[in-house]
């Protein structure tokens, strides 16, 4: 169910209930009369609606975490900001960007719509930019022919199923950023979803190589081998981006993970 869709349907509604209650119903009703319920309710809750809309439009947008794929950065169950002009100030609804400010940069948490299906909103890291050549073999990655920088940080705890998992931390662009990975996953793709421009990937049994096409971006999950991703679905063009993710404000499970994070 698209949100953004009913609050602007429930702005427009009780917009129309303020304006003619505020400039024709009011000038009309005779010294004492009382106000409809119907017009008093839903003129006194257009204020409030107006404040969260451009608050969730156009300054953040608060976002709950539904799965794994980007542990050990995001946790299921965490509930995180998404600041929503970072990348550029969307129309609402249909998401059409109408004022430039930054482009995605490699290392960035962003949300997105998911192409296969843009009413689902996913989140994951930028990897690759427009024009990148993304390597990722034997769960190595590399982009335009360098290594990412990545160093050992010992096992990562799973505390809801009690295994470990190898952790890294990773480098890219100015973010570093712990990743997992699976030793016993196998390497290469295991699902590939038919996807725009997937004749800019080539897939073996070590993993894929993609180039990114212009106006579109390579993502991939924290949890390397928990994760589908760009591998599987392709590239994110820039007409889906969301937000930028950047803080964490409440989990119900542990609270001294409220604050911010790369």
Known sequence: MNFALILFLLLLVSGVLWALDRFVASKRRSVGARTPWWVEYGASFFPVILVVFCLRSFVVEPFRIPSGSMIPTLLVGDFILVNKWTYGIRLPVINKKIIDVNEPQRGDVMVFRFPGDPSLDYIKRVVGLPGDKVEYFDKKLTINGQPV??????????????????????????????????????????????????????YTNRGLSCTVPAGHYFMMGDNRDGSFDSRGWGFVPEKNIVGKAFYIWFNSSDLKRIGSFQ
């Open 149 to 202: 920088p990545q160093n050992a940080a010992g096992d990562y705890l799973h505390t809801d199923r009690l295994y470990y998992s190898p952790s890294f931390v990773e480098k890219l662009g100015n973010v570093e950023h712990r990743i997992i990975v699976e030793n016993a996953a196998p390497a290469y793709v295991s699902q590939v979803t038919k996807y725009p421009f997937q004749e800019n990937c080539t």
